[in-house]
């Protein structure tokens, strides 16, 4: 049986299961599609939460990025599971205590304004679908290296899927099916890292090895100290030091955090359970789901670069590892000789004058056209050569893209084919799983929200759900356009733009919402205008228009800047609201009501 | 509902929300990125990781699970006190 067969198999099972799973508990009324019903156990909605939480990117690139900067990617590793204990404990118990279905309901009803309610969609929209491009674009790479298809065929291969679960079953059928991805999820994490730690530390779990011993090698000396070594030898800087700067590092942070704990997708998963005490419970299910997987991510990131390093520097390319060169025929690795002796040299940034390692002219790798002649496709030892110019300044040879940490890291060790089949069912259920959960928000944001809310009050029940299916595919087409067509390094870039706008708007206008009794339209309203443009004004001058870095403000990246954004939307509400009317009788009331754990009743959505 | 009373849990929940956001504060901003070098050189290693280090990459996640257990129980245990509770 080959690879390619054992992918079909597990991949096929999982699928099978998953719409096995939605067909069963596909939703019939609103309050299904919305909610599911309001009666999730605790336990099932934490892993159902941890599913949705852990997209494609976390799950492929989070150990890449871990492998790549050490100490620096602890800001992911913070920030992510930090945001999660605020949104905790500052905001869910008492969304769930109001009861609306979505976080567009509580602004408007709070600051009882159609303009913030209008605000909070808009920014909701733009959230979701930033993140549903790069899950659609994670689906297609997958899918067209598992059946060989183009990325686009790909690409629509999944968006029909994820359309026919979550468009049809509403929140019940996602929320079940959640709960299965998970499970794969984290057997297709946990597996290889298992696999590993043994092999290179003779510790079974992977956390221990991590701060054990190396014990691959005659000589057994602490993992970190290895690393280091390796590290400094190659020319790159110390594993367990950091390149950025303090404050650059507190301020990325805290705006993950903040983003992350003003997150739509994840808020609404709390409608799904009983009661206010439910939905603590729930929450500390999710976070122990969550901490599984990223607790093993730093181990994965620091083996995988011993594992690599072993495998490929100063190796002859004709002896290397055949998963080398599958992974250089799908453009996620390559080698330029430099220096034409035939053997792959990986060398860091202090190894040059200028402080530079990269291997060629341009970001990424480029190839010549198909039909090119052989000798330049093809060199004399069988590499597959790239149409940039090498950049001769450094002695670096080797190129790979952080994602293939996750993926090549099972060929490294050499484990058996089935935990490569796992793997590959893992990052599919990751993307569909986030694809979906996002998906919901976006529909019920434009059913519920626009439609109903703002534009035709007068809906019933059935429309709206029509409605929101219809929403539903047709933000999927959009998605799917431009995760077949992504603008450039666009994706990557929108990551920080979602988390800034997350940051800068929801988190401190809900906070201030759920807190503050004083707190009235004027002052939200101007709060949020005032740092979100401040945020996007920060972030398209540095990221897309000719910005440069010296001019940073106080150094911080645009990363970092939802968290300055935040701050000023603080400052501005206070201010203004200290200057206009007292917000009415029945808001304050309503804000003191939601304080009262008791009552909470079914989370509607009228 | 008597408003004191209303009052009183509001009180002590805020108190407790306090508490737990200092505890978070300290393990990841503190620990993990302000004090980090005087941690990794003077803290006690935790196996062969430095203290600062190690406490960014992991200490900090765990110990964020461990709050959001204390505050599930404590938070379902005032509510019980002032009468809140939902128990079936």
């Known amino acids: 049986m080959t690879q390619d067969h054992l992918n079909f198999i597990f991949i096929g099972l999982s699928f099978a299961l998953y719409i096995c799973i939605a067909v069963k508990s596909r939703a019939g009324s609103t309050k299904e599609y919305y909610t599911a019903g309001g009666g999730v156990s605790p336990l099932a909605n934490g892993m159902a939460t941890a599913a949705d939480w852990m997209s494609a990117a976390t799950f492929i690139s989070m150990a890449g990025t871990v492998a790549m900067s050490g100490y620096d990617a602890s800001r992911f590793l913070m920030g992510w599971t930090g945001g999660f204990v605020l949104l905790t404990i500052l905001m869910v118990p008492y969304l769930r205590k109001f009861g609306k279905a979505t976080v567009p309901d509580f602004i408007g009803d709070r600051y009882y304004s159609k303009l913030a309610r209008g605000v909070a969609v808009v920014c909701a929209i733009f959230i979701c679908m930033t993140y549903i491009m790069g899950q659609m674009r994670g689906v297609g790479v997958v899918f067209s290296q598992l059946f060989g298809i183009g990325i686009p065929a790909g690409v629509l291969a999944g968006a029909s899927i994820v359309f026919f679960y979550a468009g049809l079953g509403g929140m019940k059928g996602i929320t079940y099916t959640q709960v299965a991805q998970y499970c794969v999820m984290a057997f297709a994490y946990t597996i290889p890292a298992i696999f590993i730690a043994m092999a290179l530390t003779g510790n079974v779990i992977p956390q221990l090895g991590l701060i054990g011993n190396y014990t691959a090698d005659a000589e057994v000396i602490p993992f970190f100290e290895k690393l280091n070594n390796i590290n400094l030898e190659l020319g790159f800087q110390e594993f367990t030091a950091g390149k950025l700067s303090k404050i650059n590092m507190f301020c990325i942070t805290a705006a993950l955090m903040c983003g992350t704990a003003g997150l739509p997708h994840v808020i609404v998963r709390f409608f799904t359970v009983k009661n206010v005490g439910a939905v603590r419970k729930s929450a500390c299910w999710t976070l122990l789901f969550i901490a599984v997987i990223y607790l093993t991510a730093p181990a994965i990131g620091a083996f995988s670069r011993v594992n690599l390093i072993n495998n490929l520097h100063q190796t002859s390319y004709t002896k290397a590892p055949a998963w080398f060169k599958d992974f250089e025929a799908t453009g996620q690795m390559a080698w330029v000789d430099k220096n034409n002796d035939g053997v792959i040299q990986y060398f860091g940034p202090a190894k040059s004058e200028i402080g530079s390692n990269s291997v060629f002219q341009g970001k990424a790798p480029a190839y010549p056209v198909y039909d090119a002649p052989v000798e330049q496709r093809i060199g004399s030892l069988g590499q597959r050569l790239l149409a940039n110019k090498g950049d001769n300044s450094n002695p670096n040879e080797l190129w790979f893209g952080n994602d293939i940490m996750v993926m090549a890291n099972p060929h490294m060790a050499g484990l058996p084919m089935w935990v490569i089949s796992l793997l590959m069912a893992g990052c599919i259920a990751a993307a569909l799983s986030t694809a979906a959960g996002l998906l919901l928000v976006l529909s019920t944001s434009i059913s519920h929200d626009l439609m109903k809310k703002i534009i035709k009050p007068d809906l019933s029940d059935r429309e709206e759900v029509r409605y929101a299916r219809f929403a539903s595919f047709i933000a999927l087409v959009v998605a799917a356009y431009f995760g077949i067509n992504p603008p450039s390094a666009f994706i990557a870039k929108t990551v920080a733009f979602a988390f800034g706008l997350a940051a800068s708007s929801f988190f401190p206008t809900l906070l201030i919402g759920i807190f503050s009794k004083r707190m009235n339209r004027e002052g939200a309203i101007a709060g949020m205008l005032c740092g979100i443009s401040f945020t996007i004004g920060y972030i398209v001058y540095f990221q897309f228009l000719d910005g440069h870095a010296d001019q940073y403000f106080l150094g911080i990246s645009p990363e970092g800047i939802g968290f300055v954004g935040m701050l000023i939307n603080f400052g501005v509400a206070f201010l203004v609201s200290a200057f206009t009317p007292e917000p009415p009788q029945k808001v304050q009331d309503m804000v003191e009501n939601i304080h009262i754990p008791s009552g909470s009743g079914e989370a509607s959505h009228h | ?88």
């Open chain 2, 1 to 88: 509902m008597n408003d004191d009373h209303a009052q009183a849990h509001r009180q002590a929940c805020l108190k407790l929300v306090l508490g737990l956001l200092a505890i978070w504060f300290s393990v990841s901003f503190g620990c993990g990125i302000l004090f980090r070098e005087w941690l990794d050189a003077n803290a006690p290693q935790v196996g062969n990781a430095p203290f600062g280090f190690w406490m960014a990459q992991q200490g900090a996640v765990i110990c964020f699970v461990l709050l959001l257990l204390v505050y599930a129980v404590l938070m379902n245990r005032l509510d019980t006190k002032h009468g809140y509770s939902e128990a079936k």
